[in-house]
């Protein structure tokens, strides 16, 4: 009998951020999936899940009232939001940034682009895990450039933005959201090229292409 596919794991988002806020974690939920994902396609092998949730509060956990909290914590961010990102190693999976409802506004232009800035620095940073250098193979290295690139053009946006001497016409923020909805478009497949790249590159590294599983905890 054939056997049954496995459910993909997924991640409770209102549940993990309830926890984030109930723990005051100063990393927003947005930029955290980008920071997780970063660290599982970083081409070190001894990444660990826990050290890089451990960095969300600047290298050391908050206080809990008790081990089935510490248990709480580990089970909602690693069990479930680390594991279920790690399906994006896969082609037929793509990874997606965050989806979100703004006002066609100065302050929803302000939102939007701080959101992809922070996802792009969270990508970045996990990626990197403050290694001096990285070696990273050919189109990862290329893309993970363009990413700086469109980093830096959504950082202009939203310093032009947040700057309430800057005249800002309603058709000007409305062109202006679009270009950033475009530039979130080519962060997303360049994202997804480094990931891709990486995953086959630790593949070949582990002398097992097309068989090893996806990095998981």
């Known amino acids: 009998m054939p056997q049954a596919t496995r459910p993909p794991i997924t991640a409770d988002e209102k549940a993990i951020k309830a926890l984030l806020a ?90 939007l682009a701080l959101i992809r800035r922070q996802e792009l620095d969270g990508f970045i940073e996990g990626l990197i895990g403050g290694a001096d250098e990285l070696d990273l193979p050919t189109k990862a290295s290329s893309a993970l450039d363009t990413l700086g690139e469109v980093r830096a053009m959504i950082a202009g946006v939203h310093q032009v933005a947040s700057d309430a001497s800057k005249p800002a016409e309603l058709s000007d923020i409305g062109t202006t959201m679009k270009h950033v909805r475009e530039l979130t478009r080519i962060a997303e497949n360049e994202l997804n090229r480094v990931v891709l790249d990486c995953a086959r590159a630790r593949r070949q590294l582990m002398g097992s292409v097309g068989t090893a599983r996806p990095t998981r905890h």
């Open 22 to 111: 109930a723990h005051a974690c100063p990393v927003p939920f947005h930029e955290i999936r980008t920071r997780f994902l970063g660290s599982i396609a970083s081409p070190g092998l001894s990444v660990s899940p826990f050290e890089v949730m451990k960095n969300l509060w600047g290298g050391q956990l908050p206080e809990f009232e008790s081990l089935d909290a510490v248990n709480e914590l580990i089970g909602v961010l690693i069990n479930g939001l680390w594991n279920s990102l790690t399906r994006h190693q896969k082609r037929s999976e793509p990874f997606r940034l965050v989806r979100t409802s703004v006002p066609e506004t100065r302050a929803g232009l302000i939102e």
